[in-house]
Every structure is written in C-alpha cells, then in structure tokens.
C-alpha cells in the first residue's frame, strides 16, 4: 500500500511479471503524494472563494 492508501500494481502479482513496474512505484508514489497535495491546496482554495462568494451574497445556487 502506498501512503495514500492505494494499492501498488505491484504488490497484485507475486510472479515478478511486473518488476519494472516496481521499481517504477517510488517515481509514481512521489508524483501521486504532489498531485493530491495540490488537489487538497486546491480544493482549499475553492472552499474559501465559494465561502467569501457565500457571505458576501454575490453567489446563486443552481439547478
């Protein structure tokens, strides 16, 4: 399992069909930590402009 909880393709397979998919997992496991860090700054974002919009009563829900 990777920190985020998602199984390595890896980690499937007990044969070594797929051991350079392994020694690719530390590579993918770095860019997956940095994308979903930047999806939560993100999201952060967006939470904090839909509040202000919210409050400020500049913003309609739609349908």
Known sequence: MSP???PHRG???G???DAGARTELPVV???LS???TLL???QKELHER???QKDSGRHT???
């Open 4 to 6: 985020h909880g998602l």
């Open 11 to 13: 980690a499937r397979q």
């Open 15 to 17: 044969n070594g069909a």
């Open 29 to 31: 496991d770095s860019l």
């Open 34 to 36: 940095e994308f979903l």
């Open 40 to 42: 939560e700054a993100a």
């Open 50 to 52: 839909w509040n202000v």
């Open 61 to 63: 829900d739609r349908a």
